[in-house]
């Protein structure tokens, strides 16, 4: 197994704007610590983020949200991505659609995404769909990972074992894991 990190849109209007996702500020510290491990381990850390045009199609149904370059698009400072981690802008719900992010895990050499962020009812759930249409094993860390509600997180979690076959896992499950790499 050779696992990547995703933090999916742990940003300032998910977590603490008007779009806060239930429990954002909570999954945070879980994230820090995934983070810190997959770094000691030398495995990669990747970070998608929103980053929309004013344009964009999704913005015609949330509203103006995570418009690049804007204060709301900035990662939360607790969880800045550092020297070594990648990056890729989105500007769709599921991170795989119309960005790099399979061939920049393909030449990393990536078979295991572990997913981290908000929402885990929107952009959590569409990027587990693309990681598996892609045959990625996928492993949903679920105190790593904040829903619209409390009750669409834990449907979106059920969705994704059932429909996807990902491994829903708790952060020191995961933790476990990476030891024994």
Not at 62 to 83: N, Q, Y
Not at 127 to 139: C, E, H, L, Q, W
Not at 149 to 174: C, F, I, N, P, Q
Request: net charge negative; with cysteine.
């Amino acid at each position: 197994m050779k696992p990547a990190l995703l933090v999916i849109d742990m940003l300032e209007v998910f977590v603490r704007g008007r779009l806060r996702a239930e429990g954002a500020e909570e999954i945070i510290p879980v994230i820090a610590r995934l983070r810190e491990a997959f770094h000691s381990k030398k495995l990669p850390v990747v970070y998608t983020n929103d980053a929309h045009y004013p344009f964009d199609f999704e913005v015609r149904h949330w509203g103006p949200h995570a418009i690049r370059g804007s204060d709301e698009a900035r990662v939360v400072k607790e969880l800045e991505p550092g020297k070594d981690d990648f990056v890729v802008l989105k500007r769709r719900y599921d991170a795989f659609f119309a960005t790099d992010l399979d061939l920049l895990l393909r030449e990393l050499g990536v078979d295991t995404v572990v997913l981290t962020g908000v929402a885990t009812d929107i952009c959590v759930l569409h990027t587990a769909a693309g990681a598996f249409f892609r045959g990625y094993r996928v492993i949903v860390v679920e105190d790593g990972v904040a829903g619209v509600t409390r009750e669409s997180h834990r449907w979106a979690l059920d969705y994704m074992r059932r429909v996807y076959g990902a491994e829903v896992r708790k952060s020191d499950e995961v933790l476990s894991l990476l030891e024994k790499l």
